[in-house]
């Protein structure tokens, strides 16, 4: 069950806490009044508004530490927080948690750049879209890219590992880190920030930080991978023939193009016109409708590879082979843009057409056509009048299979199906062998659909996992695993 909305309420905290946090971070690291704390216990779609007494933003990894030692004294639990842009409700706290937020945003330092080691060695508070812009800066580039780059910060992306519009190459944010700085639960500074892309010497550590929510230790740096700058981009908007043809034109996309194909995105038609209806100034890449369209786009670091060739020849084959009805190959950048601006306005305009439904599933990418079919005939059958809304990575088997409220119907009454439809989706999902969380996480959200479908070994690993780092249960209780009771 999704957490329900409950009003900022402030759980009292034991005598002297407050003026000790703020011996450590100061006045301005410390907020406790209700207008400064509501943005960080407000979800990101304003679903769920949850409950805290104070918000610490902590300027230094030392600063952080003493902020946990001092939780472990009187039993405070801590969530940690990024941009709060997170989708399942694992960065705000909740009243029953009865915990501070820790939020990273001071912590914002680009401390290094090796361009001659294509790394950077960034602070967690740091924004995405500036560690990108610090990367070009140097010539180079850091691959991973969301809609939420301009406010989600890399601490964020690592404790969710983020996916995004270039996973296809470059991997989840797990294949772009190479080193963590980590404060565990117990309040100790571990320095793993090693900036090495061969290192056999035990557990690789930070993969277990790397996904955790925030359940395990607080990520305070990070060492990260930067790849050459991209120096030619190519982009086209597609009309395919039909949804089975997408696998198979991937595959032509991939033996054509090469590992130069960053993006392969699903765009539904219902999805355009939601676009064209409520969004600005956006227009239709090609002049007839078709169902089902795809956004592709390749990069390469060197003219050499000559993309524009590549593009067309891919093109042509791939109305050959009669995958495709038409394509717009994007002129210019500003063109290319307007193609990424319609696909980045495809959740805002569903929002305008009432109450949506949300799963972010994964399924094998030979399985997607077969899935949308079936999840579309059991959803129609359940509420007729429903619009089912997928879009998203199709290139990596992800799909956000957004479902629209029937035209009419109320709102509430709609969303009171959420649970229900989410059970329908997600049984079809992991008959087909797929993921009911591809890449938003567990957090709060869905952790009773995890539960329902992990194999209770699994679950019990990842209990055996957090008990040993976090024996006393302070980090972010009830994201991602069952609360259990504080020893
Ligand atoms: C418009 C939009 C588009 C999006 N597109 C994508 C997308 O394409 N792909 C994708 O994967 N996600 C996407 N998201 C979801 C979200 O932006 C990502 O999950 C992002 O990585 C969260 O970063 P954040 O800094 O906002 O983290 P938060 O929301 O603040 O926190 C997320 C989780 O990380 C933990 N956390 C935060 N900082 C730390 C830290 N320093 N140490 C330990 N734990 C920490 C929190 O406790 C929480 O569990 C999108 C969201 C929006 C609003």
């Known amino acids: 069950m999704a957490p329900s909305s409950t009003p900022v309420s402030l759980p009292a905290l034991p005598d002297g806490f407050l003026p000790a946090l703020k011996r450590i971070?100061?006045?301005?690291?410390?907020?406790?009044?209700?207008?400064?704390?509501?943005?960080?216990?407000?979800?990101?779609?304003?679903?769920?508004?949850?409950?805290?007494?104070?918000?610490?933003?902590?300027?230094?990894?030392?600063?952080?530490?003493?902020?946990?030692?001092l939780c472990q004294d009187h039993d405070i639990a801590i969530v940690p927080q990024g941009g709060n842009t997170g989708l399942v409700?694992?960065?705000?706290?909740?009243?029953e948690d009865r915990a501070i937020i820790l939020n990273l945003s001071r912590m914002n330092k680009v401390r290094?750049?090796?361009?001659?080691?294509?790394?950077?060695?960034?602070?967690?508070?740091?924004?995405?879209?500036n560690i990108q812009e610090a990367a070009a800066k140097a010539?180079?580039?850091?691959?991973?890219?969301?809609?939420?780059?301009?406010?989600?910060?890399?601490?964020?992306?690592?404790?969710?590992?983020?996916?995004?519009i270039n996973v296809i190459r470059y991997g989840n944010t797990r294949a772009l880190v190479l080193g963590l700085e980590v404060v565990t639960a117990d309040g100790e500074i571990w320095d793993g920030l090693r900036s090495l892309r061969k290192d056999n010497t035990g557990y690789d550590l930070k993969q277990l930080?790397?996904?955790?929510?925030?359940?395990?230790?607080?990520?305070?740096?990070?060492?990260?991978?930067?790849?050459?700058?991209?120096?030619?981009?190519?982009t086209a908007f597609i009309g395919l023939r039909q949804l089975d043809d997408a696998p198979p034109l991937l595959g032509l996309a991939q033996s054509l193009i090469g590992e130069a194909l960053n993006s392969f995105e699903l765009i539904p038609r219902i999805a355009l016109d939601f676009a064209l209806k409520h969004g600005q100034d956006i227009t239709d890449p090609l002049g007839q409708p078709y169902d089902w369209y795809i956004l592709l786009e390749a990069s390469a670091g060197t003219p050499q590879a000559n993309l524009?060739?590549?593009?067309?020849?891919?093109?042509?084959?791939?109305?050959?082979?009669?995958?495709?009805?038409?394509?717009?190959?994007?002129?210019?950048?500003?063109?290319?843009?307007?193609?990424?601006?319609?696909?980045?306005?495809?959740?805002?305009?569903?929002?305008?057409?009432?109450?949506?439904?949300?799963?972010?599933?994964?399924v094998p990418l030979s399985a997607i056509p077969a899935f949308i079919s079936k999840a579309n005939a059991a959803v129609e059958s359940y509420l007729p009048g429903i619009r089912p809304y997928p879009f998203g990575h199709i290139g990596d088997g992800n799909i956000h299979y957004n479902l629209s409220q029937p035209p009419g119907m109320d709102i509430n009454d709609y969303l009171a199906h959420w649970d229900r439809l989410n059970r329908i989706v997600h049984d079809i999902v992991?008959?087909?062998?797929?993921?009911?969380?591809?890449e938003h996480g567990i957090g709060r959200v869905k952790l009773e659909e995890n539960l329902h479908y992990k194999s209770p070994l699994e679950i019990r690993m990842m209990q055996q996992i957090k008990q040993s780092l976090d024996p006393k249960n302070l980090m972010n209780p009830g994201k991602l695993l069952p609360v259990s009771p504080r020893s």
Request: glycine content about 12%.
């Open 430 to 438: 992991v008959d087909m062998g797929g993921s009911i969380s591809a």
């Open 25 to 69: 971070v100061g006045d301005r690291g410390l907020l406790t009044k209700a207008e400064g704390i509501l943005p960080h216990v407000t979800e990101q779609r304003g679903r769920f508004v949850g409950a805290t007494a104070c918000v610490v933003k902590p300027g230094t990894t030392g600063e952080v530490a003493q902020v946990i030692k």
């Open 89 to 95: 409700s694992a960065g705000i706290a909740f009243a």
């Open 209 to 234: 930080f790397i996904g955790s929510e925030g359940t395990l230790g607080v990520i305070t740096a990070a060492v990260l991978k930067l790849f050459p700058a991209m120096k030619e981009r190519s």
């Open 308 to 362: 524009p060739l590549l593009f067309e020849s891919f093109l042509e084959q791939a109305l050959e082979a009669g995958l495709i009805h038409d394509a717009a190959l994007a002129q210019n950048t500003a063109q290319a843009d307007s193609f990424w601006r319609l696909r980045e306005n495809i959740t805002l305009c569903q929002k305008a057409e009432g109450g949506s439904i949300k799963h972010d599933i994964a």
């Open 112 to 129: 290094n750049l090796d361009p001659l080691n294509n790394t950077m060695t960034v602070e967690a508070g740091c924004i995405l879209q």
């Open 139 to 164: 010539d180079r580039f850091f691959p991973l890219s969301l809609g939420s780059e301009g406010s989600c910060q890399i601490g964020g992306n690592i404790a969710s590992n983020a996916g995004g």
